[in-house]
């Protein structure tokens, strides 16, 4: 049976990708080149090193390591600027209702998620104290498509992987949720998301019925 589902964040709770965006294509302006939305679609769900390699490919540059923290660190602090005036307002659509409803039908919830600024985008929109577990990018080792961060979200709440049920906007969180041996709803365009057991526009409607309709997939 499904008894817990394990959320990503950025893009799936709250519309952050945006913010990831404008700050990526500051960099990258500042560094001589263009950054297109397309490009970005290539960094969702992608650790802040590996988006900025992917980045820094696309610019033609191969800077030394120190330069390449720099970087990362100079679009983390615009990223948190962007932030850091967040509120209840850019939670998506739906997402706050049907985390309500999960938890009055007794399943369990948990954030999967890659970034290390999670509980702070939780804090400032409220929605911290709706998970039973949180696992962001401080607490894993190997990033998406690795199936570390909803491994270790199953285990802190004690419920077999095969119980759980992922949501993610990102290819590399549907294949780090497969690998992790775990149902998958896509959110965003079948087009990208195709491996998952089931793709939406949001989550805007959707119901816990249907979730467990997915007990037969
Ligand atoms: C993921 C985002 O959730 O977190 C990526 O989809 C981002 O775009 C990654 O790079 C890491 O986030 P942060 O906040 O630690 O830089
Ligand atoms: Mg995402």
């Known amino acids: 049976p499904i008894t817990a589902c394990l959320f990503d964040l950025d893009g799936v709770l709250v519309d952050t990708a945006k913010y990831h965006y404008i700050a990526w294509k500051r960099l990258a302006e500042e560094l001589g080149f263009e950054f297109t939305e397309q490009d970005n679609e290539r960094l969702k769900g992608v650790s802040r090193m590996a988006s900025l390699d992917i980045l820094l490919e696309i610019g033609g540059l191969a800077p030394d390591e120190e330069t390449k923290l720099d970087l990362a660190?100079?679009?983390?602090a615009w990223y948190v600027e962007y932030i850091s005036t967040m509120d209840a307002s850019e939670i998506?659509?739906?997402?706050?209702?049907?985390?309500?409803?999960?938890?009055?039908?007794?399943?369990?919830?948990?954030?999967?998620?890659?970034?290390?600024?999670?509980?702070?985008?939780?804090?400032?929109t409220g929605l911290t104290p709706y998970f039973d577990a949180i696992i962001d990018g401080t607490k894993t080792q190997q990033a998406k498509p690795d199936p570390e961060v909803f491994t270790l979200g199953a285990r802190e709440l004690g419920v077999p992987t095969e119980s759980c049920v992922v949501f993610e906007d990102a290819e590399a969180g549907i294949e780090a949720a497969t690998r992790a041996g775990m149902r998958c709803v896509g959110i965003g365009s079948p087009e990208t998301l195709g491996r998952a057991n089931l793709v939406i526009s949001s989550l805007e409607g959707f119901t816990v019925d249907r979730l467990l309709g997915l007990q037969e997939k």
């Open 73 to 76: 660190a100079k679009k983390n």
């Open 92 to 124: 998506l659509p739906g997402a706050l209702e049907f985390i309500q409803s999960l938890k009055e039908r007794g399943i369990k919830v948990a954030l999967g998620s890659a970034s290390k600024n999670a509980m702070l985008i939780l804090n400032n």
